[in-house]
């Protein structure tokens, strides 16, 4: 049995000014089955940001298992998921060219490449 790891993982995708207000309330009552979906494929401290200037919202996350693909794909098959994705991605404009929406052949979010980091002791 292999060891999990901690991968992070920064993604960006636009936000139709015309959608914020509803995108906010749908994340403010996130369905369980999708939460459950991403903690079954060992999605760890999620959380999107928005950037209003630039209509811009930013994911982080952890990964914690070790397999990332095998358990990205177990949520793109993930029936409430799907039903959230088609909701959500409507709000959205992806940086990804050619990308047709969540779950497609491309990404859909834009993996951001991390250039810095920087893990303090949290006992100092």
């Not at 636009?14 to 994340?27: C, D, G, N, T, V």
């Not at 029936?79 to 929406?101: C, H, I, N, P, Y």
Request: net charge negative; charged share 25%.
């Amino acid at each position: 049995m292999s060891v999990p790891h901690t991968k992070r993982i920064c993604q960006i995708i636009k936000l139709k000014p015309e959608a914020e207000a509803e995108y906010r309330a749908l994340h403010t009552n996130a369905w369980p089955g999708v939460l459950a979906a991403l903690a079954r494929a060992h999605i760890a401290d999620y959380s999107i940001h928005y950037y209003p200037p630039l209509h811009l919202l930013i994911a982080t996350f952890k990964y914690i298992g070790n397999d990332f693909d095998a358990d990205m794909k177990k949520v793109a098959e993930d029936e409430e998921t799907r039903r959230w994705w088609a909701l959500t991605d409507k709000m959205q404009e992806s940086f990804v060219e050619g990308a047709t929406g969540s779950g497609g052949d491309k990404p859909w979010w834009l993996d951001l490449e991390e250039v810095f980091r920087f893990e303090g002791d949290s006992a100092a």
